[in-house]
C-alpha cells in the first residue's frame, strides 16, 4: 500500500512540476492577479462557480478573499455562487441545473465583474451557460479546467488549464493557483491601496 501512496503522490507532484514549466500557465497567474485588482480597485466583484469538489474549491477561493489569506486586512468582495442552497434547489427544480449559475450572473454580476469557474472537463453546462451569459454583461471570464479546456477554453478571457486529465491531479493543482492567485492578489491590492 505504502509504494501505491508515494505512486499517487509522484503524480501529484509531477502534474505540479508540469504546471511549474508552463510559461503560459504562469503567465495567465500573472495576468489574472492584475486583471483582479484592477477590477477590485474599480468597485467590481469577484465570482466563483464550480460543482463537487470543483465547487469546494470554489468556495474556499472565495473565503480566501473575503477573510483573509495571510494578512490583516479588509474583506475583499468575493464569493462562491452557490452558497445559497434555497436558490440552486428552487431553480435546478422550477427551471434546470444548467441555468443554476447563468441566472445569478445575469441577475447580480456586473460589467468589470471577474467571475471564475473550475471545472476539470471544461465542459460543465452550468458553468458554460454562465460564462456565455458573462461575455453579454462585459464580465471577465476566468476558467481554471484541465489540460483541454472543453467548451470553457473559448468563452474564458483567461484560461488556467491544468495539463492533466486525471481529476484530482487537476483539482490539487487548481487549489495551489488558486492560494497563489489569492496571495498575489491580496499582496498587491493591500500594498498599492
Known amino acids: 500500500m505504502q509504494n501505491k501512496i508515494r505512486n499517487i503522490i509522484s503524480e501529484s507532484v509531477a502534474v505540479k512540476n508540469k504546471v511549474l514549466q508552463n510559461t503560459a500557465l504562469l503567465k495567465a497567474v500573472e495576468d489574472i492577479t492584475n486583471l483582479t485588482v484592477q477590477a477590485l480597485k474599480n468597485g467590481n466583484r469577484v465570482y466563483f462557480c464550480g460543482n463537487g469538489g470543483s465547487a469546494a474549491d470554489a468556495q474556499h477561493l472565495a473565503a480566501e478573499f473575503s477573510g483573509r489569506f495571510y494578512t490583516d486586512r479588509e474583506a475583499l468582495p468575493a464569493e462562491a455562487l452557490h452558497v445559497n442552497t434555497s436558490y440552486l434547489t428552487a ?81 490539487e493543482s487548481h487549489i495551489l493557483l488558486g492560494h497563489i492567485y489569492c496571495q498575489l492578489v491580496e499582496e498587491k491590492y493591500f500594498s498599492e491601496a
Do not use: H, W
Open 91 to 171: 431553480v435546478a427544480n422550477d427551471y434546470s441545473y444548467d441555468v443554476v449559475y447563468a441566472r445569478l450572473v445575469r441577475g447580480i454580476c456586473n460589467k468589470g465583474d471577474v467571475l471564475i469557474g473550475l471545472s476539470t472537463s471544461g465542459n460543465s453546462a452550468n458553468i458554460v451557460k454562465a460564462f456565455e451569459v458573462a461575455r453579454e454583461k462585459g464580465v471577465t471570464t476566468i476558467g481554471f479546467t484541465g489540460e483541454t479546456g472543453g467548451k470553457m477554453k473559448d468563452l474564458s478571457d483567461y484560461l488556467l488549464n491544468v495539463p492533466s486529465t486525471d481529476t484530482p491531479r487537476i483539482q
